[in-house]
């Protein structure tokens, strides 16, 4: 599957090919994110190696394929105090109006 950017008038900015598997809340609009957390394969591949599994493709899948993963997409507590601490800060330097 490709993915492809456009401008309004038409022009092509970016191709890439993408796996099959992408789905549109994989795609990140940056001009409203602030930051994210970005897992890869590898990041489970030496999980698994830690643990003492074969790294392979097919142990990945499997861990994957849990469901347990997609709580990774989840806020925590402490990503919301961050946040809190930031807007307080910006407050203590008289920058909220």
Do not use: H
Request: glycine residues 4%; negative net charge.
């Amino acid at each position: 599957m490709k993915l492809i950017l456009v401008k309004d008038d038409g022009k092509k900015i970016a191709e890439r090919t993408v796996p099959d598997n992408t789905i549109m809340s994989d795609i990140i609009c940056r001009n409203e994110t602030i930051a994210a957390k970005i897992w890869l394969r590898e990041d489970i591949k030496a999980q698994l190696e830690s643990a003492g599994f074969k790294p392979s493709e097919s142990n990945v899948d499997a861990v994957i394929n849990t469901g347990f993963l997609k709580k990774l997409d989840d806020c925590t507590d402490s990503d919301w105090m961050v946040i809190d601490y930031a807007v307080m800060c910006a407050n203590d330097y008289g920058n909220l109006k």
